[in-house]
């Protein structure tokens, strides 16, 4: 403990920050090891007692928290703890099912979380995440997680996304058929005092909100984005002194557009036959920019089946800039697309390196798919989210054992 900040080195300061954040882990583990040992005292059931109040008069029982193959417990000994722990009978019974499904159902993780390699939230979500799968399902999850817990939040969550679908595809499968059968558009309407609300201005404006089909939803910024560059082209030049507009504003053009999908035919033959200049011209001749022609660029990761030898494909594909999805999903994507074009399968198993400084396209694009997210340590961007190339010229990830030494690679290099 440094008495004075004032008078530390800044050695001292990034060793007390370092040593300030596994405390606080530590802490938050302490926690929840209190709620276990509390749970575990209060384990019997409480209708084996003397003199205990039947059921069927409201008396105490054991209740499940947490998942298949967690422990049971007292529904009244959440009271106590929880005025003790200083939060709601709801918190505390939320963070004991986590503590649950940590302690028995995800142990490798739990001994991770037990030496301070991650933050106790992103655990207790995977925990949340994974609940509805049985304590053998909930294997793949705990292996895959526990051997990524010191890597950014983000890619832990992700790959505890992609493991909890594989482990349960059908229950998958299940979850779209429900979500597909909620679809609408809604338009709500403004409520009184909007229109001159300093925070929710609404005068002169809608708001509309939508679940479709995750195709569609993919293709309508698409098509939004192409009218919306198109208008903006053929716009009239702004008046002198006056900004043009932003392409926020031309894309909200687009979408109140799309309501009449003459008036969005019109304008494309429009400036189709009586182009301004031969630049127009060839723009308007794009197919991209005809709301006919459809295109997709899609960039797909797939893994063999662990358990077949014969080339099967696994239930599970990555989509880059959405995430892991199963292969119907993938098809489902693809759907209005007359013209499909495959690529050549890229095997990242396989090497390709260059001895110079210029990178050729081929192994930059290999650099791009094997690179999930920046090296540099605790980085929260995923490169596929986010659409920013890595950086080709500093690929070495962070060492613990020397940081300096990779710091200076990456920013002098």
Same mark, same amino acid.
């Given at each position: ?9 800044? @050695?001292? #300061?990034? %060793? ?115 609940? $509805?799968?049985? $304590? %053998? ?26 493991? !909890? ?14 979500? $597909? ?32 089909? @995750?195709?569609?939803? #993919? ?14 082209? %053929? ?45 127009? @011209?060839? !723009? ?69 390196? !260059?001895?110079?400084?210029? %990178?050729?396209?081929? !192994? ?45 690679? $990456?920013?002098?290099?």
């Amino acid at each position: 403990m440094i008495s004075d900040l004032s008078d530390a080195t800044p @050695e001292q #300061l990034l %060793h007390a920050a370092e040593d300030g954040v596994r405390t606080r882990r530590m802490a938050e583990v302490h926690q929840l090891e209190l709620l276990l040992a509390w749970a575990d005292l209060h384990s019997g059931d409480p209708q084996t007692e003397p003199d205990a109040v039947p059921l069927r008069f409201g008396g105490p029982r054991l209740i499940t928290l947490g998942g298949d193959g967690t422990p049971q417990v007292a529904d009244l000994a959440l009271l106590e703890i929880a005025i003790a722990r200083h939060e709601s009978v709801g918190t505390t019974r939320n963070a004991m099912a986590d503590a649950f499904d940590l302690r028995h159902r995800l142990p490798t993780m739990w001994a991770g979380v037990r030496e301070g390699r991650c933050e106790m939230w992103v655990v207790r979500k995977v925990a949340r995440m994974a609940r $509805r799968l049985d $304590r %053998h399902q909930v294997r793949l999850v705990d292996t895959a997680v526990a051997a990524a817990l010191d890597e950014a939040p983000a890619r832990i969550l992700t790959i505890a996304e992609a493991k !909890v679908i594989e482990a349960d595809p059908i229950a998958h499968a299940q979850r779209i058929r429900k979500n $597909r059968e909620s679809k609408g558009v809604w338009y709500p309407k403004p409520r009184p005092g909007a229109q001159i609300d300093e925070v929710e201005n609404t005068a002169g404006i809608g708001t509309v909100f939508a679940r479709l089909d @995750e195709a569609d939803a #993919l293709e309508h910024p698409r098509a939004v984005g192409d009218l919306a560059t198109a208008l903006a082209e %053929h716009a009239a030049p702004p008046a002198e002194g006056q900004e043009p507009p932003s392409m926020d504003h031309w894309r909200a053009e687009a979408f109140a557009m799309l309501a009449d999908p003459a008036a969005v035919l019109a304008f494309y033959r429009s400036i189709e036959d009586t182009p301004e200049n031969p630049e127009v @011209e060839e !723009v308007a001749q794009q197919p991209s920019r005809d709301p006919r022609n459809r295109t997709a660029d899609l960039t797909i990761h797939l893994a063999l089946d662990t358990d077949d030898t014969d080339g099967t494909l696994g239930p599970l594909a990555r989509v880059e800039g959405l995430g892991p999805r199963l292969l119907d999903q993938v098809r489902d994507l693809l759907r209005g697309h007359t013209n499909i074009t495959l690529t050549p399968v890229i095997d990242l198993n396989g090497g390709r390196s !260059v001895n110079g400084y210029e %990178h050729p396209t081929d !192994v930059k694009h290999r650099t791009e798919l094997r690179t999930l997210g920046d090296v540099f340590p605790h980085a929260t961007g995923l490169f596929t989210q986010h659409g920013r190339a890595p950086d080709h010229d500093h690929t070495i990830p962070y060492d613990k054992k020397e940081p300096d030494r990779v710091l200076r690679t $990456r920013w002098v290099g």
